[in-house]
């Protein structure tokens, strides 16, 4: 059952489809959804434990990925409140048709950011320019939004040692394989993403809602910094690492009010 009205930080088990359609509608401040990207290949990853972890990425063509991402997408819609706004975090493969998927079910004129995520990790490329970069869309659902503007160190020399708004363009580190906060479900985003994106774009003691939540890094963001979120996954284990990583930093936060 989805809680409605939202009052606690939860992690519900089941196809975000569904689960949407069951929530009350224009009861969500922001959607960050981290969907699969279409791959083509299963997504693995490894458990502390060892144990193999991992969802599936393959479709039969683009085409068909995106008609179920746009099922998806008028879902969220429904649920957001009318000065709400969705991310939806994509990558090179489909990033250019997503956001036409975004101008129509959003309207072209609600666009608000082409988010790069610069992660930097990774290997080289011979025959092109390494891909170092994932896409972060942001739309609005109507006129009025909540915005922050998160503040980031500066990098010029006249500014060294001071903050400045932070641009369009984000670079974060990814999680590397000694990350006190990797949990070893594929495709983790880092907490520091997550925190600004949510300190930026939902207001406090808001609703932040994360459709393909996988290891819970929005919902304990939205925990950390005094919103609630809401996470969904479809897959068991991603659903188990969330609500353990959520009890585990609410069990964090009570050690620290207590002591
Ligand atoms: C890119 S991962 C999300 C990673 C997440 N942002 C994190 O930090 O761990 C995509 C997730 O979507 C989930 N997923 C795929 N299809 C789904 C569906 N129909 N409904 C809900 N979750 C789904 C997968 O199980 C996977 O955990």
Not at 11 to 30: K, N, T
Not at 100 to 113: M, P, Q, T
Not at 121 to 142: P, T
Request: hydrophobic share 40%; with cysteine.
């Amino acid at each position: 059952m989805v809680p409605a009205p939202f009052d606690q930080n939860a992690v519900l088990e089941g196809d975000c489809l569904a689960l949407l359609a069951a929530m009350e509608e224009r009861s969500v401040d922001l959607i960050y959804a981290d969907p699969p990207f279409a791959t083509g290949r299963k997504r693995s990853g490894r458990s502390e434990e060892g144990d193999p972890l991992g969802y599936d990425d393959a479709w039969p063509t683009l085409n068909l990925y995106l008609d179920w991402l746009r099922e998806r997408i008028v879902a969220m819609r429904r649920v957001l409140r009318d000065d709400g706004a969705i991310l939806v975090h994509v990558d090179w493969r489909a990033s250019h048709r997503v956001r036409l998927i975004l101008d129509d079910v959003f309207g072209e004129e609600r666009f608000v950011n082409h988010i790069v995520w610069s992660y930097g990790l990774g290997g080289s490329a011979a025959d092109r320019f390494a891909r170092k970069h994932d896409d972060i869309l942001y739309y609005g659902c109507g006129d009025a939004r909540w915005f922050e503007p998160p503040m980031v160190p500066a990098t010029s020399r006249r500014m060294q040692g001071r903050l400045k708004k932070a641009t369009d363009v984000l670079a974060i580190p990814s999680i590397n394989n000694m990350a006190t906060e990797r949990t070893g479900w594929p495709d983790q985003k880092p907490l520091k993403l997550l925190e600004l994106l949510v300190n930026a774009t939902v207001p406090p003691g808001g609703v932040v809602l994360d459709p393909f939540c996988g290891s819970g890094t929005t919902v304990v963001a939205a925990r950390r910094h005094g919103r609630i979120g809401l996470g969904m996954d479809r897959h068991p284990d991603a659903v188990r690492i969330a609500r353990d990583r959520l009890a585990e930093e609410a069990g964090s936060n009570d050690a620290g009010e207590g002591g």
